[in-house]
C-alpha cells in the first residue's frame, strides 16, 4: 500500500513557488527598466533614421516636406541619440529651421511661400493629368488643411 502524498507547509509552497518564477524567467529574463529603455531608446533611433531618409528623399522630390521630417527626426533622436539630434541642429541648411521651429513654432515667408506653391503646383498637375474628382476633392481639402496651417504660423 502507498502512504498518502504529503501536503507541503506553506513556506515550502513559498519557495516552490520563487523557485518555479526563477526556473520559467530566468535571472536575465526579468524585464528590467533598463531593457525598456534601451528598446524606446532604439525606437526612437529607428523613427529618427526614417524621418531622416524622407527627408532627403525630399530634398530631392517636391512632393515630400523636407522640413517637416527633419523636425520630427530631431524629435525622435532626442531620445534616441543626442549627438544626432545636435548635428541636425548644427546643419548648416536645416538646422536654423529646426531650431527656429522649436523656439517659435515660426516658419519664415519664404518656406511659407514655397510651400503653398508647390501644393499650388501639385493641384495644377493633378487638374491636368485629370484625375477623378475625388482624388481632385480629397486634394484640395487635404492641401487647404496643410496651407492654413502653415499661414497660421508665426513668421521669423
Known sequence: MVPPPLRPSAASRRLDSAQLERKCLGKG???????VERMSKYIHLTLGGFCVALGLIGAVLPVLPTTGFLIMAAFFFTKGSPRLRMWLLDH?????LIRNWEETGAIPRRIKALSISMMAASFVICLILGLPAYVLIAQAVLMSAGAAYILTRPDN
Open 92 to 96: 548648416a541648411h536645416f538646422g536654423p
Open 29 to 35: 529574463d526579468v524585464v528590467e527598466q533598463g531593457m
